[in-house]
């Protein structure tokens, strides 16, 4: 369970009364307010607050271009017209607050992103809660035997079964250790920010998440991915969705031109434009090593 | 004039009407929005959008800290903690999008500051307006004679009605020059990027520029500082102004420890010491340098 | 004339000793440290330090993958690698400091890249040379009529003359008031913070930029592609010629992959997967705007 | 054991041949280059490449500050200058690389520090090694009871046993449990990604961190500071020795300005302009907090 009812309580609070305010609103993003979306087995992704929509990437834009964007017809074209050409400061004007409670080892990849603001949860200060990422078993992949970075099919039998007992039995055991040994009941208590080292990797933290709509869509872009980690590939999918409620021009734009397209080389470019006039081209007469030109073969075909 | 008749109409039209929203409101912010505070003879800063509270700088305090703030009794005894032991990320999550109309030499300055969005209004694609920064005769300051950097006594008589007969008299036939060079009357017309390169430093531009409450009040503890230079300290202190309004117990805070507080070496600290328990402490004694123990002396007396 | 004789002489100086050092040397780079490339009329980039080669990308880039790089034969396949799949912290570790002279309404365009070090002339504090960016004839083109954003044909005859004489005389007699302004003969001398405000954007200012790789090829990208402004393009083209030399494998990917290559969006690759299937694609079947129909044509043809 | 006898040898390789440079030289540094500095049990920090030394800063000043920087008499002197000042650009044109190797708790903390650059070995590709961190008996601190964030005494006997078994034994089994799982050995073997999510936070990782002076003055403030975690100080105070011998001019103004140094509110200060005049000043009539006052008191006596 992602959520208490405590929490569910403050939700419905916070859910239940609007205030007048003069700014830019976006109604897609006033539902998604504070709701939390869960995300695997106890996370969740929450709005906290956000600032601007479509209208005002529009309007950044026009301050940049003035008379010279008035040739683009409509709102729609001009988003178009500025993700293509990597017009990347008017969607900076956009910016959203996310509540996320994720597992520790996700938490890891994702602060790799440095350009956001983050208040993070403080095992030195408070006390973790008991609570563990867990696989579902369809989620339990073997390594794959092709690339290093990957996953293969999903374990079964006896071999699924031991990893989810180990998994469970360790988070368990570190878990009824580090309570133990913070405890002050007839003992003096180890200092928080030394018992949490006992914990796993899979243990729950939360953070408050601040970020452009810029610099959003380029953790998308990589962690929406299908190469993409699935336990930090579900956040994105959740993340994009709520996205697409608030932004839905600027987030068309992003789906046809970055999650929906792709980057090629000269020499990539150079193999269409031979194929486009009926020259066969294969990967000896591609100038492309073998790992790019399969890449590429996937690209187009 | 700072703002035409237009541009007011379009202000009063952007708040004639509110919308319902569930998120944090500042009451002291909404006043401001989208109105234009004038600062020096063409310029003005407006606020366009803005994204938080003094309450959401103690929420992502709280989920920082957890159990371990509930030992400060309120907002704004948690705030002035933050401040004083410089943990700056809840700060950071709160945002204001401001609309400016700036000279370029200042903004030239204020660019400096990276952590920021910016759009600027861009001429390559659009005419600039034959809008140039005439300083008031009161502004009209000699070259300090103790400071490299500084200002001393405003010139008088001659001397400024010659220097102001030069900045108005060069900066209209600079823009003469600059609107027959792109005329397409009877010419080809010079490419607007390259005939902006006659336009003198004074002349307005404008942009909208986004930041962080963190990054913000970095911003004013260096230009809203004596030090600054009077053409964007007016601007810093106009802003000054909407903080106070917008989030009154961080502003507080800042005022106390930043704008009102000092950094002192460790050297000085020792001469303080010494100091309170009745030594006679001087130049010679202190170990600082002579710039270093006037500017302590400014400090402490 | 870019460089005086004082500054040549202190050039050789420098390039006369060299030191002994354990870290990593790129001799394509000793061979540039300290010369002045000549840029315009007045400008120049100059190497004043570095950090890093080609092999400091891959050295971090096995810290991060460790056994899983091993399938990767060489370091330039590796760089290769890197490059096409967006990993670009390897990149980020190499680092260079130049020394650059460029006009003003050049560094407004620069300095928007924000994730540099740098360190301006300062006009608060010093006087600026009566140095002014003065465009040869062939660069004096007039105002695209396709593109807000572009430059058509070079201007000839009476309306070129007549652009050069306004740049010049504006340039030599705003710098004579500048001049004029600041002396302190006879009179108080306006503060240098206010006198600069007279002078037009194409006065020649320098600055220290140090930047890492990665931040090097993204502004690279963008300003030394043909739609970047002239004035800014020779400075990048400039720098192409200092990375090729410093990390050769890096600039070759950068080359085919960045440079040389383009994104397309999904649209454009459907139409793309269509047309090798040997299906007539129009402008009218291809999902694609008028104008990004245009980009398209001239990346496939 | 910090460095294997592998790691011993390709350190002494590095360190066996120069190569002449015409680049800045810091002999200090040049000491420090590859070796491993032992931190915690089995912890490194190893000094990989560096950019620029003491006179690096004092070039970059002088070309913002030019003539303005004349009446600083010598480079320490403006070094110390730039530093009371908040002058940070020129220490952000040196740059330093290094090669850490440290618990995953303490890279969490790390981390947090946005402005660097960072390639950390990833536990997606590859396999972590069997170390973590066991503290010292002597810093098996208890919680602090006075203070949420803070360590009270050693824990001492059973207590003390206990808790070292706990942490020797769970990252053992938890080990143990990694190298079944990912085993390929009679069966398909959990992929790395997921199996990594078993190892508690004591586990060792490693990364190449490269950072600017400016910035990793205030990592250091922060994380060399009395109240930040052992874990992490014994790493900034051993990079603060590296530092002293890198740029010795630079790191005496920071021990002096920073580290030695004390922020005072505007609050403060007036108090301690009263004291000076004889006033008997108290925590109830100082308007401070009796937090503040407290804090107050440690600087002043």
Same mark, same amino acid.
């Given at each position: 369970?992602?959520?208490? $009812? ?32 869960? #995300?695997?087995?106890?996370?969740? #992704? ?17 301050? %940049? ?6 040739? #683009? ?9 500025? &993700?293509?050409?990597?017009? %990347? ?6 910016? =959203?607050?996310?509540? =996320?409670?994720? $597992?520790?080892? =996700? ?18 200060? @408070? ?16 390594? @794959? =035997? ?22 469970? *039995? ?12 913070? %405890? ?49 590939? #579900? ?23 970055? &999650? ?14 031979? &194929? ?14 073998? *790992? ?10």
């Amino acid at each position: 369970m992602s959520v208490t $009812p405590e929490q569910q309580a403050e939700i419905d609070a916070l859910r239940a009364q609007t205030r007048p305010t003069l700014r830019a609103v976006s109604d897609g993003m006033e539902a998604h307010l504070y709701k939390a979306i869960p #995300v695997l087995d106890h996370g969740f #992704v929450r709005v906290i607050d956000y600032m601007g929509d479509d209208a005002a990437i529009c309007q950044a834009a026009r301050v %940049s271009y003035g008379k010279g964007t008035k040739s #683009v017809q409509n709102d729609e074209g001009l988003i178009r017209y500025l &993700m293509r050409h990597w017009h %990347s400061t008017p969607f900076e004007m956009c910016e =959203v607050k996310l509540h =996320v409670k994720l $597992p520790v080892f =996700v938490a890891r990849q994702w602060i790799r992103h440095r350009t956001a603001n983050v208040n993070e949860y403080s095992a030195r200060y @408070s006390i973790l809660d008991r609570e563990f990422y867990i696989p579902d078993p369809s989620q339990l992949a073997a390594q @794959s =035997v092709i690339n290093n970075q990957g996953r293969g099919e999903a374990l079964t039998g006896e071999e699924a079964a031991r990893v989810l007992a180990y998994l469970k *039995g360790d988070a368990a055991q570190c878990y009824d250790h580090y309570e133990e040994m913070i %405890s002050q009941e007839g003992q003096q208590g180890l200092a928080r920010e030394l018992a949490r080292m006992n914990l796993p990797a899979n243990i729950y933290t939360q953070w408050y998440w601040k970020v452009d709509l810029h610099n959003l869509f380029h953790f998308l872009r990589l962690r929406a991915d299908s190469h993409a980690q699935y336990e930090i590939r #579900v956040y994105a999918e959740a993340i994009c969705e709520v996205v697409r409620d608030w932004v839905p021009a600027a987030y068309g734009a992003f789906e046809d031109y970055r &999650m929906g397209g792709a980057t090629l080389s000269g020499k990539a470019l150079e193999c269409i434009r031979r &194929m486009l006039k009926g020259e066969e081209v294969t990967q000896e007469t591609s100038g492309m090593s073998k *790992g790019e030109w399969r890449e590429f073969q996937g690209v187009i075909l």
